[in-house]
Nanobody, 123 residues
Framework: QVQLVESGGGLVQAGGSLRLSCAAS????????VGWFRQAPGKEREFVAA????????YYADSVKGRFTISRDNAKNTVYLQMNSLKPEDTAVYYC????????????????WGQGTQVTVSS
């Protein structure tokens, strides 16, 4: 069982930056791939970024490529999402999710989910 807790969300002006953190409870977290997803009001949850268990492979949605960076520190059981050049359309609740095996860009297959953290980007 893996418990995930997101933090780092908040209110920021367009063009600003935030860094989200996803802290895990499991001692075996380093063996899990992790994804970040987001859900805006009235929209479906969508993929943002994912990282393999080693950190050697990363994936990004086209909408965030070049602006967001996913990374992990397995010694701290934490995955980060650095978000730069934020836009109002990035406003959403951001969730991290974990799965054993390879990193995926789709929701199904992620077994463990956090409660989410709100990111609001004002224009």
């Amino acid at each position: 069982q893996v418990q995930l807790v997101e933090s780092g969300g908040g209110l920021v002006q367009a063009g600003g930056s935030l860094r989200l953190s996803c802290a895990a409870s499991s001692r075996t977290f380093s063996s899990y791939a992790v994804g970040w997803f987001r859900q805006a009001p009235g929209k479906e949850r969508e993929f943002v970024a994912a990282i393999s268990w080693s950190g050697g492979t990363t994936y990004y949605a086209d909408s965030v490529k070049g602006r967001f960076t996913i990374s992990r520190d397995n010694a701290k059981n934490t995955v980060y999402l650095q978000m730069n050049s934020l836009k109002p359309e990035d406003t959403a609740v951001y969730y991290c999710a974990a799965r054993s095996g390879i990193a995926l860009t789709t929701l199904p297959g992620y077994n463990y989910w956090g409660q989410g953290t709100q990111v609001t980007v004002s224009s």
